[in-house]
T-cell receptor, first 107, second 113 residues
Framework: QKEVEQNSGPLSVPEGAIASLNCTYSDRVSQSFFWYRQYSGKSPELIMSIYSNGDKEDGRFTAQLNKASQYVSLLIRDSQPSDSATYLCAVTDKLIFGTGTRLQVFP | KAGVTQTPRYLIKTRGQQVTLSCSPISGHRSVSWYQQTPGQGLQFLFEYFSETQRNKGNFPGRFSGRQFSNSRSEMNVSTLELGDSALYLC????????????FGEGSWLTVV
């Protein structure tokens, strides 16, 4: 089992819809979780972090953490074509990244 | 303030050669970590340095090495290059404490021919 797992996708959603990206992790004691966005040929850029159970909202983005289920998710509301990228889930306690989910938002 | 700076951005090397990549972290950041990214394997952790000491190391062969200088700048070296070493090498910096936000440089694209 990989330490951080993500569905590779692609996840295709229409413009304006909600995109839901999921991530599971294996180390129960992990405390720090980050979502990064990576456009093709570019380096990852930070979207947001989450440390506590529950939801954390930042603009169109909402991160959700459930430590009991070892599950982190990222919701993108009102998806735009410019959101088309690969989204990486990271457990930064151990600097482990998932392989990423490719999101495609079509007009 | 300036971000994480990596040099060179692009390079082509021949099998058997060695390569050194450089990374200057964000001012005030004392932790530098290195990653290899390939299409098949995703982003894989190489090593992390803090205050000139290697704090963590990923599962890579000894051909991959690194170091950090007193000004927090870091270098990584790959010796006896193999075709499979072709990848994007990313450096990231953070203030230092585990769990802090890490910020990536633009990466060094290495092609081994």
């Amino acid at each position: 089992q990989k330490e951080v797992e993500q569905n590779s996708g692609p996840l295709s959603v229409p413009e304006g819809a909600i995109a839901s990206l999921n991530c599971t992790y294996s180390d129960r004691v992990s405390q720090s979780f980050f979502w990064y966005r990576q456009y093709s040929g570019k380096s990852p850029e930070l979207i947001m972090s989450i440390y506590s159970n529950g939801d954390k909202e930042d603009g169109r983005f909402t991160a959700q953490l459930n430590k009991a289920s070892q599950y982190v998710s990222l919701l993108i509301r009102d998806s735009q074509p410019s959101d088309s990228a690969t989204y990486l889930c990271a457990v930064t306690d151990k600097l482990i990244f998932g392989t990423g989910t490719r999101l495609q938002v079509f007009p | 303030k300036a971000g994480v700076t990596q040099t060179p951005r692009y390079l082509i090397k021949t099998r058997g050669q060695q390569v050194t990549l450089s990374c200057s972290p964000i001012s005030g950041h004392r932790s530098v970590s290195w990653y290899q990214q390939t299409p098949g394997q995703g982003l894989q952790f190489l090593f992390e340095y803090f205050s000139e000491t290697q704090r963590n190391k990923g599962n890579f062969p000894g051909r991959f090495s690194g170091r950090q200088f007193s000004n927090s700048r870091s270098e990584m070296n790959v010796s006896t290059l193999e075709l499979g070493d072709s990848a994007l090498y990313l450096c990231a910096s953070s203030i230092g404490t585990t769990g802090n936000t890490i910020y990536f440089g633009e990466g060094s694209w290495l092609t081994v021919v």
